[in-house]
């Protein structure tokens, strides 16, 4: 049986282990219990913030208070975090580049029961177009308390993506996970073909792998939790090792993952890129997240197919 | 240094007359930078000229020598737009030297066509898009009451600005924290860019979202004094200044026309502006 842990737990545990400097201060935009700021605002009562359902103000506020010398993290679902607030981050943040950091949680189709106004598939788009903007898509709890970190100690703008259900378990421990901020991670090795996966979806790369290793095709993966900036290097080097590339991420596949890692590979080394992800649509309310996954086209199936096609190409 | 004025209601007449002619400096500074068929946003950056002249030469503690002193009151032109008159009163206090004005909006200068806090020494936030500069001075003063700093915010907003649903997010915000470290001024000229304001009556509004207001003559640097001194004696919520002003004070032909919120003067519009502005005083 394949642990499991939600993201938002790691990722609130971790947020108050990091309140202990006085930098850090904490707003939230009513939703304080699905984000897990919770329990940072129980320990450091003084240093959170209730900006109620006003996310616009939120951003401005946060954008006020890294002037003095604040660490200020705002948190809603990744939807309003990003789209409902794109002037704010864009100016109040970016173009000021300023230390904040924006925490968008229920990311992709994670909402799954609240339907598309509550589904973020532009998110990472919208977010990675914005100058002077850090982008981290942690794919387990395990990479999510490493990248809170992280963001944390990075001076100037970051979004960070958090997942809301309970994702299998990439990675075994802190330890296991080496993650610095702009540097993939391989998660295995391989010659036939390259996965490049963020977020959740990057478990289900590790086992479309283990599937194609049992037809004899050997898939080298590669964990891209920093979409912004790109770890060029390692983009490069697996597509001259392997020769063509499938990309999962749980977001449209127009401006996200899949488009960054293209936009690499075709000024540098020009391969087959198969893209996985939400074809160009809203999501949708279903009662299984599995389920909708699945209907939005990203399962291991899927990747395996998209593993063939990347082959198929490969061999013109 | 400069040090915050007297805090007496009153202020002498020698003080208001030294700042009206702060304000006439400032209109012709920001005609100046019109020289030559340069557009510019000249309405708006009249209409502020004599709050801004009250707020630089008179209220703000400020530093220019030492721009990001810990302890400065933070002023935010929220409605970025009018960073003319912003712009003239950072170069006669030497933020910058004078002759940048001359390159206002020139590719690669450091005064650009809204305010830019990384590239314009004395500027405290880039503003522009409208409705954001009030947020960020709730958290400049939202910050100060964690780190008990003592010093002042300052924000200005325009009328037309106000249509923006965020800036009554920061309304509620403010007040809801009691930031009682914060006066807002809005620039109440009653035009935006294409016709009359349709905001409507502004000091029942701010009240009902819990502020402590006053109105005053926004062209009168004795009324702009007494309702500063006023706002800094608020205490438990925040304060706004209503300032009534004429869209393009100063010069006849831009007063109260909304097509003078961006233009470009002919040379016969310059020179009658020049002479307008050597001779009018402050005074409302």
């Known amino acids: 049986m394949e642990k499991l842990e939600d993201m938002r737990d790691a990722y609130g545990e971790t947020l108050a282990q990091i309140g202990e400097d006085p930098k850090v201060v904490v707003l939230d935009a009513d939703l304080s219990h699905s984000n897990k700021t919770d329990i940072f605002a129980k320990k450091f009562p003084e240093r959170f913030f209730e900006a109620g359902i006003a996310e616009a103000n939120m951003i401005g506020v946060a954008a006020g208070l890294s002037t003095m010398d604040l660490i200020p993290f705002a948190h809603t679902f990744s939807v309003f975090a990003t789209g409902r607030v794109y002037d704010q981050i864009r100016i109040s943040v970016c173009y000021q580049n300023v230390n904040v950091k924006i925490v968008g949680t229920s990311a992709g189709l994670s909402d799954f029961h609240d339907g598309a106004t509550h589904q973020s598939i532009d998110d990472i788009a919208l977010m990675r177009a914005l100058p002077n903007m850090t982008v981290v898509v942690p794919c387990d709890g395990i990479e999510t308390r490493r990248a809170t970190k992280a963001v944390y100690r990075h001076a100037g703008p970051a979004y960070l993506r958090i997942n809301r259900m309970p994702t299998p378990l990439v990675w075994k421990s802190l330890e296991d996970c080496r993650f610095e901020l702009g540097r993939a991670l391989s998660l295995k090795e391989g010659a036939d073909i390259g996965i490049v996966a963020s977020g959740h979806p990057v478990a289900l790369a590790v086992k479309a792998a283990e599937k194609m290793a049992k037809e004899g095709i050997s898939a080298e993966v590669l964990d891209l939790h920093t979409v912004k900036p790109i770890d060029r290097e390692s983009i490069m080097k697996i597509a001259e090792k392997t020769g063509a590339l499938v990309t999962v991420e749980e977001h449209n596949v127009m401006g996200g993952v899949g488009s960054a890692v293209s936009e690499v590979v075709g000024e540098t080394v020009p391969v087959p890129v198969e893209h996985v992800g939400i074809r160009d649509r809203f999501g949708e309310s279903a009662l299984d997240y599995n389920e909708l996954l699945a209907a939005h086209g990203i399962t291991v199936e899927a990747i395996n197919a998209a593993i063939r096609r990347a082959l198929e190409r490969k061999r013109r | ?284």
């Open chain 2, 1 to 284: 240094m400069l040090l915050r004025g007297d805090s007496k209601p009153m202020h002498s007449q020698s003080e208001i007359r030294r700042l009206e002619e702060k304000a006439l400096a400032i209109r012709r500074g920001i005609l100046e930078i019109m020289a030559g068929g340069k557009r510019g946003h000249l309405g708006g950056s009249l209409s502020i000229a004599d709050v801004v002249a009250a707020l630089y030469f008179h209220q703000m503690r400020l530093d220019p020598e030492s721009p990001n002193w810990d302890e400065r009151d933070r002023f935010i032109l929220s409605k970025g737009h009018s960073v003319l008159a912003q712009y003239v009163a950072l170069a006669e206090l030497e933020y910058f030297s004078r002759k940048e004005l001359k390159n206002v909006k020139k590719l690669g200068c450091i005064l650009q066509g809204h305010p830019d806090k990384i590239r314009t020494p004395g500027i405290e936030a880039s503003t522009g898009s409208l409705g954001q500069g009030l947020s960020i001075a709730c958290g400049i003063a939202l910050g100060a009451k964690i780190a008990g700093n003592k010093f002042r915010v300052y924000a200005l907003v325009g009328d037309g600005e106000s249509n923006e649903g965020m800036i009554w997010e920061a309304a509620i915000f403010a007040a809801h924290y009691e930031l009682d470290n914060l006066t807002a001024i809005t620039d109440e000229n009653r035009l935006m860019a294409s016709r009359a304001t349709i905001v409507g009556s502004l000091t029942p509004k701010w009240r009902t979202f819990g502020w402590a207001v006053t109105e005053v003559n926004g062209h009168n640097i004795g009324e702009i004094l007494d309702a500063l001194d006023w706002a800094t004696g608020v205490t438990g919520q925040p304060a706004m200044i209503i300032c009534h002003t004429i869209k393009g004070r100063g010069i006849s032909f831009a007063e109260n026309v909304a097509d003078f919120h961006h233009c470009q003067l002919t040379q016969k519009q310059y020179e009658i502006a020049l002479k307008e502005l050597q001779y009018a005083g402050g005074g409302g």
